[in-house]
T-cell receptor
Framework: DAKTTQPPSMDCAEGRAANLPCNHSTISGNEYVYWYRQIHSQGPQYIIHGLKNNETNEMASLIITEDRKSSTLILPHATLRDTAVYYCIVRVANRDDKIIFGKGTRLHILP | NAGVMQNPRHLVRRRGQEARLRCSPMKGHSHVYWYRQLPEEGLKFMVYLQKENIIDESGMPKERFSAEFPKEGPSILRIQQVVRGDSAAYFC??????????????FGNGTRLTVT
């Protein structure tokens, strides 16, 4: 699987949009971009995934650049409960392979 | 819908004992994945199973660790003769396995193993 690069940590004020960047410059055409988060002491939580189009669900929006070399996860109105480690992952599209977690971005939501 | 259920949530074993961790996947899911997270470290893949088959065990230690996912019942991760270094959180995930790679893995809340 292609590697991803994320900043180790970020701060965001409560109520503001949190924009988490991810570089995946070696992504292949058949690889999806997935985002998960892990809140302290809990299991990883699936957030969203996409292939080439932007995606939105009740939790977040995923913006993928046209060349697919980077993406941004947007939490539109961050709350204290969004404090977590966020993982950007690429995964091959044609099989149900494992996902490999990197170090992620530790997001601190500031009151 | 019930999520991925793992039990026990906490398990304490003395060195040399066996630990058995159970994972019931979400309803309709036939693929199970086990991960380990050592204290203050990242999530490491261990093994990927489908019903009655091990698909990928590239992350599994060669000795003392085994996993199964029988036709009936939960998936079991078994650690024999536990040592202090086995103390960690063990997470299980499941997916329906569509073959398209676009089915997210859904994780349980883990079993925290402490070896004394």
């Amino acid at each position: 699987d292609a590697k991803t690069t994320q900043p180790p940590s970020m701060d965001c004020a409560e109520g503001r949009a949190a924009n988490l960047p991810c570089n995946h410059s070696t992504i292949s055409g058949n690889e999806y971009v997935y985002w998960y988060r892990q809140i302290h002491s809990q299991g990883p939580q699936y957030i969203i995934h996409g292939l080439k189009n932007n995606e939105t669900n009740e939790m977040a929006s995923l913006i993928i650049t046209e060349d697919r070399k980077s993406s941004t996860l947007i939490l539109p109105h961050a709350t204290l409960r969004d404090t977590a480690v966020y993982y950007c992952i690429v995964r091959v599209a044609n099989r149900d392979d494992k996902i490999i977690f990197g170090k992620g971005t530790r997001l601190h939501i500031l009151p | 819908n019930a999520g991925v259920m793992q039990n026990p949530r906490h398990l304490v074993r003395r060195r040399g004992q066996e630990a058995r961790l159970r994972c019931s996947p979400m309803k309709g899911h036939s693929h199970v994945y086990w991960y380990r997270q050592l204290p203050e470290e990242g999530l490491k893949f261990m093994v990927y199973l489908q019903k009655e088959n091990i698909i990928d065990e590239s992350g599994m230690p060669k000795e003392r660790f085994s996993a199964e996912f029988p036709k009936e019942g939960p998936s079991i991760l078994r650690i024999q003769q536990v040592v202090r270094g086995d103390s960690a959180a063990y997470f299980c995930a499941s997916s329906p396995g569509t073959g398209a790679g676009n089915s997210p893995l859904h994780f349980g809340n883990g079993t925290r193993l402490t070896v004394t």
